[in-house]
């Protein structure tokens, strides 16, 4: 079974930071491109970053020199580092796995990010 379970997530004032991680079990992790996205209230939901096993990690316009993706393989972890975080930054964020050869996908069950001004 597969699971990916986010923590980190919580209520932080404007300019502060937060550390997003989220483990994954029932995959093989260096088969799956890990991603954050996330999805603001009446808003589509949208790609943060994503980072393949091996490789440079892609990281959105919008939050390009504020976020950081990495990954520790050897713990099964995705990890989003984010810094001078925004009111605009207030989301729920989701873990994506998607297996790099069958592009099978999963998705975490989200957590709450909410920057107040």
């Known amino acids: 079974q597969v699971q990916l379970v986010e923590s980190g997530g919580g209520l932080v004032q404007a300019g502060g930071s937060l550390r997003l991680s989220c483990a994954a079990s029932?995959?093989?992790?260096?088969?799956?491109?890990m991603a954050w996205y996330r999805q603001a209230p009446g808003k589509q939901r949208e790609l943060v970053a994503n980072?393949?096993?091996?490789?440079?990690?892609n990281i959105a316009d919008s939050v390009k020199g504020r976020f950081t993706i990495s990954r520790d393989n050897a713990k099964n972890t995705v990890y989003l580092q984010m810094n001078s975080l925004k009111p605009d930054d207030t989301a729920v964020y989701y873990c994506?796995?998607?297996?790099?050869?069958?592009?099978?996908?999963?998705w975490g069950q989200g957590t709450q990010v909410t920057v107040s001004s």
């Open positions: 994506n796995a998607e297996n790099k050869w069958f592009r099978w996908e999963y």
């Open positions: 029932g995959i093989i992790f260096s088969d799956n491109v």
């Open positions: 980072m393949p096993s091996s490789g440079a990690p």
